[in-house]
């Protein structure tokens, strides 16, 4: 009845010979991907197109275990890599996610294979030490005293900003994990202030957390569409009027937009005269602490409660990596309560010290922090900062070149390596409307031409054209020629229309 | 300035033959562990030492990258793949946590270089249509209508029963997302009934999601640890009269402590007479759906509202891998909401309507679906039933050699592959605290020794001993070898404390 043993085809498909075969197939195929450094964007087709062609690679349903197909794999990776976001290809210039640092991709590898989990020390000894060498290395670019301030690894930024704002939830209102948001009906209600431009997993998380929507104040920004430091009080002090209680700030080095950096200096200022718990979304952007040229946007981080840090962004390891720090390292333990006698020990040793299932929200989590950790080990961070850096200045010169082109305009001066702005046809005489409509025209068409990815936002009511400078294989030239493809469409659209 | 290639270490650590080089290094040193089916435990190393040892292993700081050095790397890699869980071994009965199919290692790792993000249609074309095809192959185990409900896959199971729990939430108290919980003060408090054994984080979901953990309605269970299908309705009227609104019933398809399957069949009946969303965790038991063995123990799994089902588990894939489904698809949109321009688009088309962003709690997301599809196109059902129809028959057999040793005794009869069980070294007259106490320090002193990795659970207020049967490498004869372990390390224990 043991008989596992009897069952071959069982036993093969955990190999390892079979392993190391089905593996280099996958190495062949992504060295040659990673090679390629042809211009591309996205190659769109139909959903039933792909699901067909997905299907025909799948085995008949049979009651014996299929034998290992190396054609098959060989079929399914090369679908898998040409439909997919072209992150290493210089004609991507559209999203926040990042071509990874290879070496983090073979780290991450390791962990799919050997598949710790990093909840809890002993499952994962390792990276619950490389998390606290990581959380030590990147203070030294926030300064706060060691063994004072906590850092913990989640499953995106997401997660990360709701953990964060639970903890500040949690600090002002002890009763609210156990009562429930229905016991303060009669009080004053909690809310959080966010800039408006804040990232939609902010205010989602108070749609989850139940202290809703309504609760949040938005904060009005300034002309760079940063938090306007002069409306903060005001709004405050407005919010505490409708009988509003912020427990809660939460501010942006980094907004999605347009990669707006909050004063976070000035605000905490503010949050610290007022005892509001301050989080700063620097999902995006916290990765400029580690670059001499850019560490000052993030000018007063020490003072924050909290901080989000997508390593999968700006520190380009395979998503998801995300680190959340907290000033105050008693803080890390309000987020979350709970008991579990079949992961949580009785009587804490130091291996169950280095446990995070009490502070994050994961059971099972990957141990994330590992391809950061390597690459940091390896390369050292010149790797991250010189790559910033890069990207940084290529995102001002665009915003100079568009300077230059009567037909373009700029919405902003860009902070870091997010850049909007639209296009104006020469000769065109559009209302916003016509405007707003040409811009999500002209980012549609120059997306199914295929050989450039950008994106689009709406600015004030009007949609712009967004680029997100990525990959440090992208020049000014190719940024050139991305404006000539975004030229041709819009000739191509007015013309349609009739409008020229 | 646009002179990245001004700088060749930043490009060479993007190079494709560096690349190659470094998963050759990785390749070897995981083949090499997956051959090795010797018996281990942990290594438990302490925390300090091993920091010692990682920091050793890093660059000083420098303002110029480091180069490559494969040999650091290798030993990175020793050190990884030794201080972790040896899910490969058959020494590992301790967690279920789960020994990979290589194949799923190897798409994953494909996964980690491409960096596709899942959210979003045209950045993972393939995942997307993956999750659609694996959502129907699943589906035919379940029963519904084709096109009637829906799946998303989310970042671990406790992210899956927040998800669910939201939709439910907001089911029935649509003005909970914008008005929170404090508009609910004085009406019916919002409440949430589970079996008492439910995992850790439904109680967390409460808490986090504004209801309070004092707002959980805790169902008895009967002698096999399931929830008591006649003590519901008293529960249920019982809450009513203490105030509250049960809107949600969570139960377990497969708990954690034990592996019990609740009635799902029986407790449908009842809310669906009650209007209660019925939500299962099957994190760790819905994978028994593919086996034409056990399928029956979640009989009724087409009446419920929501599944949580962690292909992480006992589908052998990477971490993590959970699978939600909603029995009606509409639901799938209930658990968020939110506007964002910059992801969403105003128009839906063929490609954004299978987006899952406003489905699922992640911005980013890893494309976890793509090893559970390959190796399902590869190798089909029948190796996921084989190895969990192996699973559970061993768990059967462990079961039965426990009830021939007259120094053991069981607590439960195993419905899937979880086994508690208590030493009572003969001869020794141990009260209720001193029998706890044992089955702790044994526990500990086998994990120490190094051979196994079992685990402990408090069943009633007294810990027992676990095992979870996640490798098909294990046999009989393996498990016999625990016992000895463990009657040895109650020896020891007895002895020094001079009980024998």
Redesign the interface.
Known sequence: ??E?TG?G???E????????D??????S???????DQSIRG?E?????E??RA??A??????????A??EE??AA??D???R???Q??SPGYMG?Q?????????????????????SSF??????????E??MADELNRFIGWEPDSFAMVTT?????AN?TAM?AARNRDFPQ????????????P??AIAVGADV???V??A??????????LVRLPLNDAQQIDVAGVRPALAEAERRGLHVFCLVASAGT??VGAFDPIDELADITREKGIWLHIDGAHGASLLVSDTHRDKLRGIEKVDSLTW?A?KMMFT???CTLLFYREKAHSLGA????????FD?EPD??T??DSGDKN??????PMI??L??M????????FA??ID?LC??TQ?AHRILDGEPDFRTLHSPEANILCFRHHPEGADLDEEELHRLQ?DIRDRV?HRGSFFI????IGSV?AL?VVMMN??I??EHFRMVLGEIRRAGQEILSSKGRR
Chains 1, 2 share one sequence.
Request: aromatic content about 10%.
């Open positions: 009845m043991t596992a069952n085809l069982l036993l498909a955990f190999d390892a010979q079979l392993f190391r089905s593996a280099e197939t996958a190495v195929k992504l060295e040659k991907h990673l090679a996205l769109l087709i139909h959903p039933q792909l699901a997905a299907r690679l799948m085995s008949e349903d049979s009651d014996s275990i299929g290992f197909d098959k794999l399914i990776i679908l898998y890599v439909t997919g976001i992150v290493h999203r996610f990042s071509g990874v640092v290879p070496l983090g991709g073979v780290v991450d590898f390791v962990s799919s294979v050997v598949n710790q989990p020390y002993e499952a994962g000894q390792l990276p619950n030490v490389a606290r060498i499953s995106g930024g997401s997660l709701l639970l609210y994990w156990t009562e429930g948001g229905a016991a303060f009906g009669d009080r209600r909690p990232h939609y997993s205010a989602r108070a749609g989850v957390m139940g202290i809703g929507e309504a609760q999605t937009p997508d999968h395979p998503a998801p979350f309560r709970q008991t579990a006698s079949y992961v009785e130091p291996f010290e280095l929200f994961e059971c099972t989590k990957r590992m391809p950790w390597t940091w080990a390896v390369y050292g961070r010149a790797l010189k790559k890069y200045a290529l010169e999500i997306k994106s689009k936002v709406d949609a967004r440090h294989q020049t000014a």
